[in-house]
């Protein structure tokens, strides 16, 4: 008997190139089947051919699916390790960063990690690299606009520093904005960077299956510099990271043997 939901599925990889078989089944199939249901659609197949016809209901599907929650400074605890030891480590190495942020959403991230270079390596011609495979998303990073709550978690000298206020929307300013190349990349199919100093990649991998995240981190692996440093979610962690040729640098924290 066919298995609707894998045969939905190469449907959707072949229309939009996302391999959701990369993907953990419970949730994606869950995440699916609730989308569908708003649709008014009773299977897989009526749902395929609706986003088949309305582009809308496409989009938002792929924005669903992608999971774009973000947050300035997610994590402070960890940003002040990346400031603290792990940033002036690999200055002290090489004095312009090429830094990775993948699966970067609304552009929370890049846009963090780039206020904390401004502050502590100011005069560094660094390359940050923002990518996702979600256009909606890109679009929004590019714009820089974000509710006034979604920096509450920032240093407040930072939120002065970086934004303009206009009532309750802050904006990202201009310098900084300039410092960032906001690309579309899909993690699963398309190539990657190379002579990575620094790549972030938190809260992505979360939905992938074991296989899929350790081949991912072997090319993360390869796209990182000798040292370079990957910087992993909270809720994630590499079990035998020599295995993949990763040591630990602190918690979340990996270096390139
Ligand atoms: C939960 S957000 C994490 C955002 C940010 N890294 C953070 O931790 O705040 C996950 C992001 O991964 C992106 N994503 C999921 N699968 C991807 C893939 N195959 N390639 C690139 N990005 C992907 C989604 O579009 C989404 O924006």
């Known amino acids: 008997m066919v298995d609707a939901y894998l045969d939905f599925i190469e449907k959707i990889n072949r229309k939009i190139g996302l391999d959701l078989s990369q993907y953990k089944r419970p949730q994606m199939e869950r995440r699916i089947t ?50 603290e030891k792990i940033l002036p480590e690999l200055l002290s190495k090489s ?8 699966g970067c959403s609304t ?11 401004s502050e502590i390596a100011p005069r560094g011609n660094h390359q940050i690299i923002a990518a996702d495979l979600d256009q909606e998303v890109l679009r929004k990073a590019q714009e820089g606009i974000y509710h006034i709550k979604s920096v ?5 000298q930072y939120v002065n520093k970086y934004f303009t206020r206009d009532g309750d929307a802050v904006q990202i300013v201009d310098t900084l904005k300039k410092m960032i190349k906001f ?30 995240k350790t081949a991912l981190y072997r090319k993360f692996h390869q796209a990182l510099k000798p040292h370079g440093i990957l ?17 630990s640098a602190a918690m979340f924290f990996y270096q390139k043997i």
């Open 34 to 83: 609730s989308l569908m249901k708003s649709c008014d659609c009773h299977n897989f197949n009526e749902y395929f051919v609706l986003l088949e016809k309305d582009k809308n209901q496409l989009n938002r599907f792929i924005n669903h699916l992608t999971i774009n929650v973000s947050e300035f400074y997610r994590n402070p605890a960890q940003w002040q390790v990346l400031q």
């Open 152 to 156: 509450a978690g920032l240093p407040p």
């Open 183 to 212: 690309k579309a990349h899909n993690l699963l199919k398309d190539p990657f960077e190379s002579n990575v100093d620094l790549l972030i990649c938190r809260n992505v991998v979360i939905y992938f299956t074991e296989e899929a």
């Open 95 to 102: 004095p312009n960063l090429k830094i990775w942020s993948a």
């Open 107 to 117: 552009g929370d991230e890049p846009y963090t990690v780039a206020m904390i270079l």
């Open 231 to 247: 910087f992993i979610g909270s809720t994630e962690q590499i079990f035998q990271p020599q295995e993949i040729g990763f040591k």
